[in-house]
């Protein structure tokens, strides 16, 4: 509760650092809200740490990024250039990666087709030296050379490969993550991902997919609330360390949150970890875990439900399967029965997609569920978000700010 009251006592020193005139040193650490994101991997939660370092770049006045000691950052330093040069190649590795896994699942399915390209055989040969070297993949060493672009542009371009993108399921041993399948869905982008001189969008590092190894904290100023952000990664390797992490963070003082970050589009992906189960079912057991683990208690839940766009396209697509086979699937993978897009229906209002928010709420009420079995009188806050896209983004943080900024004057009035 203190926290609460010395975040009002000190609102004018913040509004000094806010407009970057002073330093921030003398701050209480009270006044901080520390966010500890978990979330298993590839659920958006790195994306969310970019998308506030863009949104830095793109609106000063309410998002700032801070250094360690609370300096501000430069808004051009935010993404230097050594970064972006990385970045890239990120992509460039994920790029190759997908494309070999692509050619490998198409010549799988017929014995001939593409086993005297030279394209294919020039990626197939690349991937497997850098999934054979000594290093890790995303090793700076591993630089991907630029004419790898034209031979993957080649190889996407075809029917028979391209065909595997569009399937609204996950097909087995084919897994293409969200951010990769945006480049590779796109010839241009892919063009310039190849391109020596090209400078990463702020939509193209949103997309950047490289798995978070350890932890990180980010600090910044959304508005009037300082926030400081921990990352962890969610890969199987990294979720043992979850105890050794929330004893780090717990004692950190300061008003805590457990932000939970899972993919709505993970409800029909199965799991290669256990056999008839989704990765949103492992998404929903590791929450439980986490809030069954001693101090999470004292935090505040917030969940983030992400990749709402990923959900809403594989919903439709399911839905327009004629046979009705996309239609039984969603009701025994979410246990609603889905209803026909109203514009499929009755000549509903055109061009207005269908959001499916009711499908959406039976994830939630799952994990409703698993809060109120934990603890009944545990205060929350759940979102539907979609973190590679910036204006929806800005409205769920300003929506934030204000629930927890509310919450702070309701609160202190009661002290
Ligand atoms: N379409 C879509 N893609 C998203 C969304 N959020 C994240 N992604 C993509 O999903 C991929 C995985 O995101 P990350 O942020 O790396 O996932 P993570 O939770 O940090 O994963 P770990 O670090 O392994 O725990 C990235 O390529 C993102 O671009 C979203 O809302 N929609
Ligand atoms: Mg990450």
Redo the contacts with the bound molecule.
Sequence with gaps: MGSLCSREENSEDAMVTMNGQGKNKTKKEGDIIHFFML??????????I?QLKCLCMQKPHNYQMYDDSWNLIDREKIFDNYELQGLKNVVRINLLTACASLIRKTRDRDEEYLRSSAAAAAILRRCSQLYEGEVDIYDHSNQIEDEYGAYIIEIVSDPQVFRWLEQPIGVAGLKI??????FLKDEGRIRNIFTDSYQLTNDDI???????VSFKSYKFRIKQLRVEIH?????KS?LVKIPQFMRQFLTTSGHCFLLY?S?L?AFQEPDKDSKGRTVLDKSAAIFKLVLEMSGVDECTVMIFF?????FEEICREMLQNDDGEGKRQIEKLLGVAPKLPKNQKEGGKKNKPENFDYLKDSIRNRFKEILKNNNDKKSYYMKY?????AQLMSTIFYAVENEIISAFFTQARYL
């Excluded at 978000?385 to 896209?389: K, S």
């Design positions: 979330g298993i991997e590839g659920a958006g939660k790195t994306t969310i970019r993550e969200d951010g990769t399948r945006y949103v997309h950047v997919r490289k798995p978070t990352d962890m990664g969610g890969q990294e970050v993919s589009a992400n990749k709402q766009d990923r978000t979609q973190a590679t896209d």
